[in-house]
């Protein structure tokens, strides 16, 4: 079996100057800290290290396939971590324009929707798109509170009781969500018998990509969650080892930090397919949200965060890497690339030749994808810009649930690294307060706003 490979090459000084590239030697002197960070987060027992059992998936997989010719559509309303996970790892496995085939051509699997915003503009034409009694509605938020999931939720419930009648209701709602006295989503949830699974009490939304809250919606789509477990369990070992070169997730969080420490503050994504765009989105979010704190874990002012920026390439080889090449030394690189292309496709030759256009000829579009990436990192370590690269061996899903899970430990352990907790989001609960007191929610105090200025152009 092929391995993920982590290339750090172009992360060191040298190639780089010794100003923007790391050395083996201050990476190594870190080690002790590093080893110690991770014993120390095994001994808390982070929740996402705890995967779904073989039965558990087997479970899930039975329930969603004895309902397989029931529906035409799955519509996921949820926003963050409660769908992000599902949406990235669809995109990754499905055809990439899955939604656009009939139904043979999709061999029986549904078509795929997220409202994972609570825009009109959005929610209106998929009402108007689909045919409500073929289609399945997962509801999924932990905490059953968060204002986009129950605004877009309740309406969505009226216009399924409009169509289909409050018996139609409980065939085509499934809900995922906390086992808590308080949660009133559940509460209706149970009045309205609506199927109810229980969203991972030990879990966090951004780290619940391996669990049943995108993995049953997966199920529906007729991907076996067996393979993407398989895949994220068979890297446990290495990324819970105490020696940082056989640990991807130790070894890769610590050139992050010692990049900070540069004065690296951004983090560019660019995976090299458009087929993890969204998984790009996916990591984004675990970076931000896990690390960007204001307080270590002793309440001291801390302020880190690392701002991750997605980017796809090569599109923005031709968009945003002038910026990146030249522009302020605040970035370091991380490049995602697929090493072997299960539908690859060769480049025709031209009945005539011409120089500028025959060195395409006969070319796999694979190899030409590579060489632009390569391209790009050897300019940019030119530039003294540094970059690392994650290559995967092939896109399946025993690879996408071996990465998934090295990028969870990843953030994790660089969160015990800076002593903050990468598990809260107080930032966003403020947001989320603040948005209840604006609509009036009983019980919340209003932000004090200030007098509004501005031009009327
Ligand atoms: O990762 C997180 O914790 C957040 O992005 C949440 O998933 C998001 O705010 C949605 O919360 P909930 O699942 O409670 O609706």
Redesign the pocket.
């Known amino acids: 079996m092929e391995k993920i490979i982590f290339d750090y090459t172009f992360s060191l000084s040298p190639p780089l100057d010794i100003e923007n590239g790391l050395q083996l030697e201050n990476i190594k002197s870190r080690y002790n800290e590093a080893i110690s960070s991770l014993k120390n987060l095994l001994r808390k027992n982070p929740g996402f290290l705890n995967l779904p059992s073989i039965n558990e998936l087997n479970e899930m997989y039975n329930f969603a396939i004895a309902k397989e010719k029931l529906y035409e559509n799955i519509v996921l309303i949820?926003?963050?971590?409660?769908s992000l996970g599902f949406q990235a790892i669809s995109q990754a496995l499905l055809s990439y324009y899955h939604n656009l085939f009939d139904s043979k051509e999709r061999n029986g699997k549904p078509r795929v929707f997220f409202l994972d915003n609570i825009d009109p503009y959005q929610i209106n034409p998929l009402t108007d798109l689909i045919d409500f009694s073929k289609t399945l509605f997962f509801v999924?938020?932990?905490?059953?509170?968060?204002t986009e999931?129950l605004a877009t939720f309740l309406i969505l419930r009226e216009k399924i009781q409009n169509e289909l009648g409050n018996e139609g209701v409980k065939d085509h709602i499934i809900v995922i969500t906390e086992n808590k006295s308080d949660n009133e989503l559940l509460k209706l949830s149970i009045q309205e018998k609506y199927k109810v699974f229980p969203?991972p009490e030990h879990l966090?939304?951004?780290?619940s990509a391996l669990s049943i809250v995108a993995l049953l919606p997966l199920c529906f789509l007729k991907i076996n969650p067996q393979e993407i477990i398989k895949g994220a369990k068979s890297i446990k070992d290495k990324i819970t080892s105490p020696d940082p070169e056989e640990n991807p997730s130790l070894f890769s969080a610590l050139i992050y930090l010692l990049f900070y420490k540069k004065g690296k503050k951004i983090q560019i994504i660019m995976p090299y397919s458009s087929k993890l765009e969204k998984l790009g989105e996916w990591y984004c979010?675990l970076w931000a949200?896990s690390l960007g704190k204001k307080y270590t874990i002793d309440g001291q002012e801390i302020n880190w965060g690392q701002t991750p920026v997605r980017v796809l390439g090569t599109k923005d080889q031709h968009s945003q890497i002038q910026l990146y090449m030249e522009g302020p030394r605040d970035k370091i690189i991380t490049f995602w690339e697929i090493d072997s292309y299960s539908d690859d496709i060769k480049i025709p030759q031209l009945p005539i030749k011409f120089s500028s256009i025959e060195y395409l000829e006969n070319r796999m579009l694979s190899q030409v994808f590579k060489a632009e990436k390569k391209a790009t990192e050897i300019a940019l370590a030119e530039n003294n810009r540094p970059s690392v690269t994650f290559i995967l061996p092939e896109l399946n899903p025993y690879y996408i649930g071996q990465f998934i899970l090295m990028l969870e430990m990843q953030t994790a352990l660089a969160g015990e690294m800076l002593n903050i907790n990468p598990f809260d989001?107080p930032g966003?609960e403020l947001g989320?307060k603040y948005t209840f007191s604006l609509l009036n929610r009983k019980g919340y105090k209003k932000p004090d706003l200030l007098e509004i200025k501005h031009y009327r152009i």
Do not use: M
């Open positions: 949820g926003i963050g971590g409660s999924i938020s932990k905490s059953g509170k968060t999931t969203f966090g939304g951004r780290y979010q949200e989001q966003v989320k």
